[in-house]
């Protein structure tokens, strides 16, 4: 797992200190993290490895707003994987989400 | 320019609006989280300029280009870079961009947009295709013994239910097919066709005359019944 962590730089970047889309994005990304975080612990369960790999896609943009450049490298790599039929980078992403998650409660 | 998004991810949906904002040209008509919903949305405005995602689940940006007659200019934004080579298949699609998109690479995709001219190949096929289309809407197809024949639609004077059958009879020949009045309603135009009676539909600009509850179309009296009889008067120029 690498260092880097979590933040808002894209977001002040793209907002030009709109204060109001600043807000909604970060509503929209604490609403919606944790319903897809379990949505793949679901379908990881189930092992769905196609819907899984949906849920990663849908997740990896999120990973990209919030500056996380090398994870989504990794992210794109687990999707691929996954599509292949294997899963070798669960533990990784799930540390990712976990460490997603923590930033988006305390921002 | 006025332009659609269309993205199944509300994150992106809320970028590309504020990214349109920042650019300032552009006016934003409406945002879709699905294809499908923007392709009623398509079918009934004029667009400009579409932001289209292509990974959507049950249909794909791609799909919807295809389901378009003349799409308008597209601006693809995906986050998979492995669709670019498709994208250079479509003449309307003017830029690819990669999520997480930045405002400058943003603002050179619009400009992209604006200078952007179709083909005249393009504009001479989507002419055609309008004519095509247009032809098309003038004909109808039914089935008789296995056999597909081909009616002009203009030329049908009445269609009249016959039980499990229908009559169509057009200027030079009557035809039986094995439908619904129902059915063929829905194909002929409603500006051109009325149902006057529970079994009879006819064609307005065949009409001779008309007397209290029944018009002459050439030579047969359709009756008319009471509940239809003030949508026809509504229909014919009346002096």
Do not use: W
């Not at chain 2, 809320?14 to 008509?29: D, F």
């Not at chain 2, 004029?46 to 601006?75: A, C």
């Not at chain 2, 998109?101 to 989507?126: D, H, M, W, Y």
């Not at chain 2, 056999?147 to 499990?164: F, H, M, Q, T, Y």
């Amino acid at each position: 797992m690498n260092s880097e962590q979590p933040n808002l730089n894209y977001i002040k970047e793209l907002s030009g200190g709109d204060q109001e889309f600043e807000e909604k994005m970060l509503s929209i990304l604490k609403s919606e993290l944790p319903e897809e975080i379990d949505t793949y612990k679901n379908h990881v369960e189930k092992q769905e490895f196609k819907q899984i790999a949906e849920i990663v896609h849908k997740i990896k943009h999120k990973i990209s707003i919030l500056g996380l450049e090398k994870s989504y490298e990794s992210a794109v790599a687990y999707e691929k994987e996954l599509l292949e039929g294997d899963m070798k980078g669960h533990t990784d992403f799930l540390e990712l989400l976990t460490k997603m998650s923590n930033f988006l409660g305390n921002a | 320019m006025n332009c659609l998004i269309i993205d199944d991810e509300s994150t992106a949906r809320t970028i590309v609006n504020q990214l349109c904002k920042s650019e300032g040209s552009l006016t934003v008509l409406e945002e879709f989280s699905n294809a499908l919903q923007a392709i009623k949305y398509l079918n009934q405005n004029e667009v400009d300029l579409i932001f289209l995602d292509i990974h959507m689940p049950d249909f794909t940006g791609f799909d919807l280009i295809q389901t378009l007659k003349n799409p308008p200019r597209i601006i693809l934004t995906t986050s998979d870079q492995k669709f670019a080579i498709d994208a250079f298949e479509y003449e309307c699609i003017v830029d690819y961009l990669v999520k997480p998109i930045t405002l400058p690479r943003f603002v050179k995709a619009v400009e992209k947009a604006k200078k952007f001219t179709f083909s005249e190949a393009t504009q001479n096929n989507s002419n055609a295709t309008k004519e095509e289309a247009k032809e098309e809407d003038q004909q109808l197809y039914i089935n008789i013994d296995r056999r597909l024949i081909k009616i002009e639609i203009p030329s049908i004077n009445i269609v009249e239910a016959k039980g499990d059958y229908i009559l169509i009879k057009t200027k030079d020949k009557n035809y039986t097919v094995h439908s619904t009045l129902k059915k063929i309603e829905e194909k002929l135009p409603n500006d051109l066709f009325l149902k006057v009676h529970r079994s009879y539909i006819i064609n307005l600009k065949k009409i001779v005359d008309i007397e209290d509850n029944s018009v002459l179309i050439e030579k047969d009296v359709i009756p008319v019944s009471s509940s239809n009889r003030s949508e026809l008067m509504k229909r014919l120029n009346l002096l």
